[in-house]
């Protein structure tokens, strides 16, 4: 038997089974995300586009799905069939995680929106926020300080935790810091980022996860 499972692992590419099982076994970027993270924490989730922030964000949800627990995804760019693509190529189904997972397209998403939204959460529910961004992009919306000061109370008090997408300067320069940092998230108006409690970058395959401040 141990000779058919090491012929197995050799086939994917590994020198024996323990080997293949002990890959399988570490935890996904999304369910080391979710781990460092505490009821009502704010995360910021940043990179350059192409660099995989969406589907981390997604892959968080879908880790604390799995866990038990509900999500929401608010996108203000992405439509419901842009989220079933992404759900497949996670390997996963998203009619599986139906009664768990939200998904909410309005344009009319805003911090009083997600709050009204999420009036039932749960502690330890993850929300996502499509992106920082775009939040006060309506000038009927207030202003996206005040949105987040808001958002922070109220995760604060309920208990879930909001990971907001964020977009970083086009000027970033890779060659000479590997990871973006907070000083590199674009803003077009103003935000103390010491609101955030968490802050997440992807660069090139690499994650950096720390607190703030």
């Not at 086939?11 to 460092?36: H, K, N, T, V």
């Not at 992404?86 to 189904?93: A, K, N, P, Q, R």
Request: with cysteine; aromatic share 8%; hydrophobic share 45%.
């Amino acid at each position: 038997k141990r000779q058919a499972l090491n012929q197995i692992a050799r086939q994917e590419g590994f020198a024996s089974w323990s080997l293949l099982a002990a890959r399988y076994a570490e935890p996904s970027p999304g369910e080391r995300l979710i781990d460092a993270c505490r009821d009502g924490d704010l995360v910021l989730l940043g990179a350059r586009p192409g660099h995989g922030k969406t589907l981390l964000a997604l892959q968080t949800a879908i880790a604390a799905m799995k866990s038990g627990n509900h999500s929401w995804f608010f996108s203000l760019e992405y439509g419901l069939e842009d989220i079933e693509r992404t759900f497949v190529s996670l390997g996963e189904d998203a009619a599986s995680f139906a009664g768990r997972f939200e998904f909410d397209c309005s344009d009319d998403i805003c911090a009083s929106h997600i709050i009204e939204r999420l009036r039932d959460a749960q502690p330890g529910s993850v929300v996502i926020v499509d992106y920082l961004q775009l939040l006060d992009q309506k000038r009927s919306h207030p202003e996206l300080a005040e949105q987040i000061a808001d958002l922070r109370a109220f995760a604060l008090e309920s208990g879930v935790i909001l990971f907001f997408v964020s977009q970083i300067h086009r000027d970033f320069d890779a060659a000479a810091d590997t990871l973006p940092r907070l000083a590199d998230v674009r803003l077009p108006n103003p935000l103390d980022l010491a609101l955030f409690s968490r802050s997440c970058f992807l660069h090139d395959g690499e994650i950096e996860i720390a607190a703030v401040g």
